[in-house]
């Protein structure tokens, strides 16, 4: 393995050392980059630091190469498949940690409690996702559940599909989320037309649809908050 420029570094200025005496807030996101991917060997010399550089160079910021796929991870020289997939497995548990960090998963009590627990996981998908979440008659916790992956329309986002899971859990009341890869969070006609339909669905079984949250572009849309639902 060659470790040319990190050895060539005093130690205090190498970024585990500088972890380990000053805490990772004190590194910058190609220090910290360079420890995630930090082992194995580095094609033509490269070493961990100058890789973390070329990352970031090429993807723009952290939040590029969230959106970057493991294969365009790869076109960078010094990254391959068991790089690529730590980078993705360090960032998914990033957002998982700040996901419950700022959601209370054991009970919502407002869209922002919804909003702040679903940006993270949510806001940077290539594709739509439409989930749902069950909650008790405390509006506590019980299930989220996955019904969708791709363009949304009203064969994909069946009430059969959305409410057979809630009626299983015994959910009293249900929340629907679902991301806008656009980043613009304003409701399509075609989702206006899905949760009105979804609404009268659940009044008719007896579960309440409590909103509709949309993501995109770390912001969110409440369809209860504008009155829609």
């Not at 909003?115 to 069950?134: C, S, W």
């Not at 008659?137 to 059969?160: A, D, T, Y």
């Amino acid at each position: 393995m060659n470790n040319g420029l990190i050895k060539s570094l005093p130690i205090n200025e190498r970024p585990r050392e500088r972890l380990m005496q000053y805490g990772p807030g004190c590194l910058s996101d190609s220090q910290m980059l360079s420890i995630i991917i930090s082992s194995g060997n580095f094609s033509n010399g490269s070493d961990a630091i100058k890789i973390s550089i070329d990352l970031l160079n090429k993807f723009s910021d952290l939040k590029g190469i969230d959106l970057a796929s493991i294969s365009e991870l790869c076109s960078v020289n010094g990254i391959g498949f068991a790089k690529a997939t730590r980078i993705k497995a360090a960032i998914e548990l990033g957002k998982r940690f700040i996901a419950s960090s700022n959601g209370n998963i054991k009970k919502f009590r407002s869209c922002e409690d919804i909003a702040g627990y679903y940006i993270p996981i949510m806001d940077n998908l290539k594709k739509e996702q439409f989930r749902t979440v069950l909650l008790d008659s405390k509006n506590k916790f019980l299930k989220e559940e996955m019904i969708s992956e791709g363009s949304l329309n009203m064969s994909v986002v069946h009430p059969r599909e959305v409410y057979v899971g809630a009626i299983r859990e015994s959910a009293t009341s249900i929340i629907f989320i679902h991301n806008h890869p656009s980043g613009d969070t304003t409701p399509s006609e075609e989702d206006i037309r899905i949760t009105e339909r979804l609404v009268r669905a659940g009044n008719i079984i007896g579960i309440k649809a409590l909103d509709h949250i949309i993501i995109g572009g770390g912001s969110f849309f409440s369809f209860s908050d504008r009155g829609l639902i």
